[in-house]
Structure formats: C-alpha cells, structure tokens
C-alpha cells in the first residue's frame, strides 16, 4: 500500500468481540492496527495484544475522544500517511476500509463514512430519529451538513491529523470533527457504510443515548 495507513480502534470493555474485529481488519490488508484500550475493567488489552494489534492503554476510563486522540497522536509519530478509525464493538464493516482509503487516495482529506447513504441498513427508530436531530443541530451550531454526524468510521489523511485540533474526550468528539472540517476548509466526502445493530452492541451502556445526547448538546452550545 503507498503511505502509511493506520487502522485506529477506540476500545471499551470489548474483551468479547475484539479479537474478531482486528482478525476481520486484517483480512481486509491493513497491519497496522492501533487499539486504545480506555481504561476497560476486562481484559480487552490482553485480548488485543494476543490478537496482533498495538495496544495503547488509558489507566482510566477518559471517553471515546480521548482514546481516537490518543491513537491519532501515537499514528502521527510513526508518520502515518492516512488514519483510519472504527468502532471496536463489531457494529462496522471492515470491509469498507477499503472504501474510505481509496476516497483517501484520491485526495479527499477526511472522509465520513455514513451509515444513512446506505439504504439496507436497518437501524433501530430511536438510533435514527437522535441521529438525525445530531445532524440538524450539527449543521446549526457548525454551518456544514453531514448525513451522519455521530459516524465514528472515518478517515484522515495527514493534514488532517495535523490540523484537527479537539479538545473534546467524549461522544461531542463527532461533532467536533465537523467544526474541524469546515473551521479549515477540508476537502471531504462521505461514503455509504455497512452497520450491524447486534444484541450486544445495543446493550453498550457507553453508547449514545439520551443523556449523553444532552451532554453532546450542551458541550456544542458551550464550544
């Protein structure tokens, strides 16, 4: 592959699906597995490391934009030409890597993959009705529209790393991104994705929910 990709995954007690997730990443080519280990009470960095991948590990629980910040810094000491960043609970397709990098390639700074272009998905009301209410605040707040704001499949390549500059450790980490984009006028896309809604990745007490989506609100109106 030219230049330097590396695949960053933001991990919260996923002991139970992370092996699979990195072994799924690895069919798809990419060796360069980065997962941030954010202070889980299992043993997802033990399970990670014996599965191949760079283990970074937060000694406490610090949010999900905390640890993609964390991988993004370690991603930029090694020089990486393009990040790429994935859920770690086998909501994501990792066969759509490959879509994002090759928007990468053609010269798209960041690339959004987005689980709404891609018709099939059936994603629960609740999850599409909050999403969507993102989106419309989203644009609100930061005057740039995107068709799934809250995505955490995306792509970077290395001006973006460099000039993105979050100071937000949690779930407003998504949006933030979207400041971002439009704050340095970055040339981006979006790409349809695949989602698979499991019963376990529903029952994350970690993901979005109403509360946090209040949290979200509020650290934007406050930014």
């Known amino acids: 592959m030219k230049g330097k990709v590396y695949i960053l995954i933001p991990a919260y007690n996923e002991s139970k699906v992370i092996s699979k997730v990195i072994s799924d990443i690895k069919k798809q080519g990419f060796e360069n597995i980065i997962v941030i280990d954010d202070g889980s009470s299992d043993n997802t960095y033990e399970v990670a490391q014996k599965s191949g991948a760079k283990v970074l590990r937060h000694i406490i629980n610090r949010g999900k934009g905390a640890a993609v910040k964390t ?34 390639k053609e010269g798209y700074e960041v690339v959004l993959g987005s689980r709404f272009l891609n018709r099939k998905n059936k994603m629960p009301r609740f999850n599409r009705i909050a999403n969507f209410l993102a989106n419309v605040l989203t ?17 970077y390549n290395q001006k973006a790393i460099n000039l993105i500059d979050i100071q937000s450790e949690d779930y407003d980490f998504e949006s933030r991104v979207i400041y971002e984009i ?30 946090n989506g209040i949290k979200t609100l509020m650290k934007m109106l406050m930014s």
Do not use: M
Request: glycine letters at 6%; a positive charge; one cysteine or more.
């Open 182 to 211: 439009a704050r340095h006028k970055l040339k981006y896309c979006e790409v349809p994705i695949d989602v698979f809604y499991t019963e376990y990745s529903l029952s994350k007490t970690k993901k979005q929910n109403l509360i």
């Open 71 to 104: 991988g993004i810094e370690y991603a930029k000491l090694k020089n990486a030409s393009y990040v790429i960043t994935i859920d770690g609970d086998g909501q994501h397709n990792p066969k759509d890597i490959r879509k994002i990098y090759e928007k990468l």
């Open 139 to 155: 644009f609100s707040i930061y005057e740039l529209y995107v068709s799934d704001s809250q995505s955490g499949f995306r792509g």
